[in-house]
C-alpha cells in the first residue's frame, strides 16, 4: 500500500511540473531513432508474461524535444503494454517519418479498452475497466499526453476490447 501511494505522489508531482512548467526542461535536436530504439533494447529482457517486444526503427529521426521527458512517455507506454498483455502476446513498436512528420506506433494484443472509455484515457485519474484487476494511479497516460503536447504532438488510441491498443504519436521533425 506504501509503495502504491509512493507511486501516486511522484506521478501527482510530475503531472503538475509538466502541466505548470515548474521544472526547465530544455528542448534540443534528439536522434529520436536511437532514443526509441535504445529504450526498447533495454526493456526487452522484461519479457513479462512472455510478452514478446518488436521494434522497427528507420534510422536518423530526429526530433526537437527533451529526451528526459520523452523517454519517460515511451517507457509509461510500454510498461502499459506489458502490464496490460496476454500471456505470450506481444508488443510493436515502430518509428517511421513520412514527409515531414514523425510516426510513433505502440501496438500490442493485450486485454484492449472499451470503446466507450476511449475518449476519456487521457483524462487524470481516469482508470479504464480491466479485467486483470490491475491497480493504476490513472495518471499515465495523461502524463503522455501531457509529453506529446508539450512536443507539439498529436495522440490518438485505437483499441478493441479482448483484442489489443494501438497508440499512435505523430510529431514534427527536427529541421
Given at each position: 500500500?506504501?509503495?502504491?501511494?509512493?507511486?501516486?505522489?511522484?506521478n501527482m508531482l510530475s503531472y503538475t511540473r509538466l502541466e505548470q512548467r515548474i521544472d526547465n526542461y530544455?528542448?534540443?535536436?534528439?536522434?529520436?531513432?536511437?532514443?526509441?530504439?535504445?529504450?526498447?533494447?533495454?526493456?526487452?529482457?522484461?519479457?513479462?508474461?512472455?510478452?514478446?517486444?518488436?521494434?522497427?526503427?528507420?534510422?536518423?529521426?530526429?526530433?526537437?524535444?527533451?529526451?528526459?521527458?520523452?523517454?519517460?512517455?515511451?517507457?509509461?507506454?510500454?510498461?502499459?503494454?506489458?502490464?496490460?498483455?496476454?500471456?505470450?502476446?506481444?508488443?510493436?513498436?515502430?518509428?517511421?517519418?513520412p514527409e515531414d512528420k514523425i510516426k510513433l506506433q505502440i501496438e500490442d494484443n493485450g486485454i484492449g479498452i472499451a470503446e466507450n472509455q476511449l475518449n476519456q484515457i487521457f483524462e487524470r485519474f481516469f482508470?479504464?475497466?480491466?479485467?486483470?484487476?490491475?491497480?493504476?494511479?490513472?495518471?499515465?497516460?495523461?502524463?503522455?499526453?501531457?509529453?506529446?503536447?508539450?512536443?507539439?504532438?498529436?495522440?490518438?488510441?485505437?483499441?478493441?476490447?479482448?483484442?489489443?491498443?494501438?497508440?499512435?504519436?505523430?510529431?514534427?521533425?527536427?529541421?
Amino acid at each position: 500500500q506504501g509503495k502504491r501511494m509512493n507511486q501516486l505522489i511522484h506521478n501527482m508531482l510530475s503531472y503538475t511540473r509538466l502541466e505548470q512548467r515548474i521544472d526547465n526542461y530544455p528542448f534540443e535536436k534528439l536522434d529520436f531513432s536511437t532514443l526509441v530504439s535504445d529504450l526498447c533494447s533495454d526493456m526487452l529482457p522484461l519479457k513479462i508474461n512472455e510478452i514478446t517486444l518488436e521494434y522497427n526503427i528507420e534510422p536518423d529521426i530526429a526530433i526537437k524535444g527533451n529526451a528526459e521527458l520523452l523517454t519517460r512517455m515511451l517507457q509509461n507506454l510500454i510498461e502499459n503494454a506489458y502490464k496490460y498483455g496476454k500471456q505470450n502476446g506481444y508488443i510493436k513498436v515502430t518509428l517511421s517519418a513520412p514527409e515531414d512528420k514523425i510516426k510513433l506506433q505502440i501496438e500490442d494484443n493485450g486485454i484492449g479498452i472499451a470503446e466507450n472509455q476511449l475518449n476519456q484515457i487521457f483524462e487524470r485519474f481516469f482508470r479504464a475497466n480491466n479485467k486483470k484487476g490491475i491497480n493504476g494511479s490513472g495518471l499515465g497516460l495523461s502524463i503522455v499526453k501531457k509529453i506529446v503536447d508539450l512536443h507539439c504532438g498529436n495522440i490518438e488510441a485505437n483499441s478493441a476490447e479482448g483484442e489489443g491498443t494501438v497508440f499512435n504519436i505523430t510529431f514534427n521533425r527536427a529541421g
